[in-house]
């Protein structure tokens, strides 16, 4: 199969806009609980029509302080409810969000408030404010720097505040008819949002993201997986509101009726889970291996490793049959299998589910490839992942698997509304509701990415089964040419090798070479947990490096990955790098992409060991 189309769920009228997810979501329930918030270590509901008030009052201010329809505001900060209230309130005051991650340096801050012409911005905190005002040194314009955590009006001190309210109005002092002419006067065509792409090369585009793209696969995501976003499930937001993925599932939450609650810090995620409870989570693939690895450290400290892994290779057993039957194919479930199963769900699955919060029946993974033994494990632990597809300019989802239609190792078929096609050389082609219109002042860029049919070209290169589930095979520009001319797609085979318990980050080599080498990474806090359970004591990353006990560990990662590809294609050596790749090093994107050419740039002499020694 070359090409995939599923048709549209729900069409929208062009004078609407995604503000109108939320007047949908009051008009359905406004004392129905829409968000869950923190504070002071305690837990509180917030209703949709509260929170829509809230929404009006800060969008007062902004009119009042001079925000015309159109114009972009800038939101610097961590997820929390703040982020949510700042967004809804520009677009009913008729503005243009601009993202912009926390981790950004004033730098990165800089470029984007210039690209975007953005000169109102909001900053989650003081630390935040103070890198903002550095951009806006170099900017050499007057900015407007709102404050998450307190400020007065002036700007002059910091005080106690509970989120944003020091900047709403009084109720009493919104000019109703006002704020619906500023919400109104954006239509579906219009653009909601500009989100900046991660920046693996050169500097970040600008993405015109229209109210279309957010309020059509709102309503089309939401219809189209009612088994997981349905029954008002509540849901714990901890990816980056900054990124187009977490925003176009929250969006999908508000229309479709589930509670969201933010964490905002990766150390508190597990006990925000204990307590939000929730029945959903949208994650990356890195988020799922943690919890894995930690359990088995666990395991391990209380003798129980071997039980660990009995459980973990039976509930991968368990899946895979559940996948072989979902594909039509006869699977048959031993009588020992089932009863080893049925154990393991008394004793130790309930834990491995209790760290999610007891509740929770569903996770959708993206933004990376997802192991397959991964998907296979908590599947048959009881928490089933479903794996979707798409970049920045999608809208992030253009496909995903269905909880009741699952296929492990492939991302699922198109969301309605949207076509993918399979070029003539392999690559990912979209063409739907999600795609964006074009990037913000780069009219070359926009041509270069879309072909003469309309279609989005993504750079990702995959195949389309027979039921039109689509594969992701690798990065088109990635691709590796050996001195044999053997294509090698680098992406399957470092996902294998980062499976590996103690490696945090694989980068093959290989273009133009006789044979395919890779440099490795370790996980800083998995290789503490990892020597300690083999009686090595703390071993740093620059003696974890030379030890001969991880080079056999990773070894073994690396052979397993060889299995799965021809011998030219084969990982031959590797060096275990005594750094690692983060944001801060340069070698990471603020959405944790691999900036691949700086990596093989800045290790060359590393690479160059690898092929003479």
Known sequence: MQEVSVELLTELA??????????????????????????????????????????????????????????????VSRTRYEWALAEEAIWFAGGVSVPIYETSSPFQIEWILRDSSARVVFAENHDLRANVRQAVAQLGEEVRVHIFEGSDRDDKSLIPSAGLHHLMVDPQEVDEQLIESRRSSMRLEDVATMVYTSGTTGRPKGCNMSHSNFAMVAHNLAGHMLDILGDHRPTLMFLPLAHVLARAVQQTCIHGGSIIAHSSSMANLVQDMAAVKPGFLLAVPRVFEKIRTTALASAESSGKAELFLKAEKTAIEVSKIRDARARGLKARMPLSLRARHAVFNKVLYPKLRGVFGGECGYAISGASALNEDLAHFFRGAGIQLVEGYGLTETTAPATVNQASRTRVGTVGRPIPGTSVRIAQDGEILIKGIGVFASYHNNPKATAEVFD?????????????????????????????????GKNVSPGPLEEMVRAGRIVAQCVLVGEQRPFITAMVTLDRE?????????????LTLEQAAVHPEVITEVQSYVNTANLTVSKAESIRKFVVLDEEFTEASGHLTNSLKLKRQRVLDEFDDQIQALYTK
């Not at 939320?22 to 968000?35: E, I, Y």
């Not at 302080?65 to 114009?71: N, S």
Request: no cysteine; glycine share 12%.
């Open 526 to 538: 998995e290789l503490v947990l990892w020597g300690k359970a083999k009686g090595l004591g703390k």
């Open 14 to 75: 062009p004078e609407v806009n995604t503000t109108n997810l939320l007047l949908d979501r009051v008009a359905a329930g406004a004392d129905q609980p829409l968000f869950r918030v923190q504070r002071d270590g305690t837990w509180h509901d917030v209703n949709a029509g509260d929170f829509l008030r809230d929404v009006k009052r800060l969008a007062t201010t902004l009119i009042n302080d001079g925000l015309q329809p159109g114009d972009k505001v800038a939101i």
């Open 452 to 484: 003469a049919e309309g279609y989005f070209k993504t750079g990702d290169t995959g195949v389309l089964d027979d039921d039109g589930y689509l594969k992701v095979t690798g990065r088109k520009k990635e691709l590796i040419v050996t001195a044999g």
